[in-house]
């Protein structure tokens, strides 16, 4: 019994969960890192590229700039970096929010059952009868050109998703003897779904959310592109791929290949992160 | 003096299949009265319809039912709900696994307005665990079965009802603990005057655990009388089958290997 509790144990333990067991799990967590760690400090001291102009427009990548400059002689690494504090941030805290308002209202969905159930599955059904670019361009069209009211949309989007999936596990959980044992108790039906229901369904939900991080970079990023979302000159990666779509017929491939690397880097290691945490959650 | 009475009490699917009919006990204050039958007789379904409890799609629709002179059920509605409590098939099932042993016990106690430090200590060491410290630093996956189910027994007389109900308590348990956790409710409610509903397929168990016992088949009751009676002089049909089929030996083959 103490051996579990003593110290040496747990250390034992922990450096086990540190085991990643996957090579593709190391490189995404370790390429995230990096953009996360990189977008932090880097434009910190460097400066997020905007006021250098002095530069000349449209270099190509060298040594003094990595990624090259834009036709305004920004510096695409510079900015491709400042970035990151608005894609992945954003990208995290839609994630976040769809978890966190998802999993509750499917909880409740399942726990309430009947009406309750009903309507918010109607719901759910014509938010998923359009796809969610479609639906996010839709709303950010009628509510105005912005970064917030763009990951609003974006969270909108991928709220049904989360509920679906929430509300499929808890009606399993539902109808679990322990759930049976707290109603007679005399819990009421809502500290049934909080206390008992949601803990126990939130472990599906919770890994399709890195996934949701990685969709919405890349729909946050499709959106700045088509200019509903984040509006130049800040430093955003769908922005900035619009902005080089121009340079590229003059042969400048540039100022749009590195910022969709970026979306292309950070949006494939959410997606190897879920599909690694899937595994060892099962 | 009974403490719990139930007369007419039926119980139909939502298409008006019928599950239980004309349903009728009653149980004295620390008395265990079991109900025993096959699967699909409809004993659990009548344990649950007591205690409100019944799946969506199932419903009480006619019946009376009083626990300890209060009316709880009147023409097939639930009027209140009944100071009742119930222990189940799989004890590892009936706790929330993502909390520890100590939480669950806390949380119910609060609820019940019972906090107060020791008291849970003091709850596990009513139903014979001799280290609760140790148990409620614990998930219900890293104990026993039998644990568990002491926990669940713990937790179920915590509320102090006046009414338990088992449904099949110690299917899922090895023989040694079975016998354990039989002893355990026996004593725990002698003790505390609390009447119990004991729902099993298990004739031996039944005998073991009653005095009285309901002999139920296709949802109606087909005799209700002392055990000893039962066993000995059974007055209907489908009572003798059962018996007859308990006391069936395993059949030797050829070979020497058992069959069913």
Redesign the interface.
């Known amino acids: 019994?103490t051996v579990i509790?003593s110290p040496v144990a747990l250390r034992g333990n922990l450096a086990g969960r540190m085991k990643l067991g996957d090579p593709m799990a190391y490189v995404a967590f370790v390429t995230l890192g990096l953009i996360i760690a990189l977008g932090a400090v880097v434009p910190l001291i460097f400066g997020d590229g905007d006021v250098a102009q002095d530069n000349e427009g449209l270099l190509p990548p060298s040594w003094s700039h990595p990624f090259g400059t834009d036709r305004y002689g920004r510096d695409i690494l510079l900015r491709s970096l400042a970035a990151v504090r608005i894609d992945i941030s954003l990208g995290v805290a839609v994630a976040l929010s769809v978890l966190v308002i998802g999993s509750t209202v499917g909880a409740l969905s399942a726990t309430f059952?009947g009406m309750v159930d009903a309507v918010i599955m109607r719901m759910t059904d014509i938010l998923l009868a359009l796809p969610g670019v479609v639906l996010a361009l839709i709303i950010t069209a009628s509510l105005g050109k912005n970064t917030w009211f763009a990951a609003v949309a974006v969270i909108i989007a991928f709220i049904p998703l989360l509920v679906r999936l929430a509300r499929a596990k808890a009606l399993e959980v539902r109808?679990?003897?322990?759930i049976?044992?707290?109603?007679?108790?005399?819990?009421s039906t809502l500290q049934v779904a909080f206390?008992?229901v949601l803990?126990?369904a939130i472990k599906y939900p919770f890994v399709q959310s890195t996934l949701v991080a990685s969709l919405a970079i890349l729909d946050f990023a499709a959106l700045s592109f088509l200019g509903v979302g984040v509006q130049p000159p800040t430093p955003e990666w769908g922005a900035m791929i619009a902005e080089g779509v121009g340079d590229n017929l003059l042969g400048a491939w540039w100022p749009s290949f590195f910022p969709g690397l970026m979306i292309l880097l950070s949006a494939a290691s959410f997606q190897i992160i879920g599909d690694w945490l899937d595994r060892r959650l099962r | 003096m009974t403490l719990l009475n139930v007369e007419g009490l039926a119980v139909d699917t939502r298409g008006g299949h019928s599950l239980v009919r004309d349903f009728a006990i009653e149980v004295a204050p620390g008395e265990v009265v079991g109900i025993v039958g096959e699967s699909g007789s409809g004993k659990t379904m009548t344990a649950l319809s007591l205690l409100g409890l019944l799946p969506e799609g199932v419903s009480v629709v006619s019946g009376e039912a009083s626990l300890a002179g209060m009316p709880f059920l009147r023409d097939g509605r639930v009027l209140r709900r009944p100071n009742a409590t119930m222990i189940f098939q799989n004890p590892t099932a009936a706790l929330n696994p993502t909390m520890r042993i100590g939480a669950q016990l806390d949380r119910l106690l609060a609820f019940l307005g019972k906090k107060g430090r020791g008291r849970a200590e003091e709850l596990l060491e009513s139903v014979g665990i001799g280290e609760p410290r140790a148990v409620m630093g614990r998930h219900p996956h890293q104990l026993s079965g039998g644990m568990n189910q002491r926990v669940v027994i713990a937790m179920a007389i915590a509320a102090e009802p006046s009414l338990l109900i088992a449904d099949e308590p110690t299917t899922g348990l090895d023989v040694t603990v079975q016998a354990q956790i039989l002893e355990l409710i026996r004593s725990t409610v002698a003790t505390r005057e609390i009447g119990v509903l004991f729902v099993s397929h298990d004739m031996g168990v039944i005998a073991q655990m009653c005095r009285r016992v309901a002999v139920m088949y296709q949802g109606e009751v087909r005799e209700f009388a002392d055990v000893d009676d039962i066993f000995h002089a059974p007055g209907d049909s489908y009572t003798k089958e059962l018996l007859a089929s308990a006391a069936e030996q395993p059949r030797k083959v050829g070979d020497g290997t058992r069959t069913g």
């Not at chain 1, 109808?175 to 322990?178: E, G, I, L």
């Not at chain 1, 049976?180 to 819990?187: E, P, Q, V, W």
């Open positions: 019994m509790g059952g109808s679990a003897d322990y049976a044992a707290a109603r007679l108790s005399g819990a206390q008992h803990p126990n």
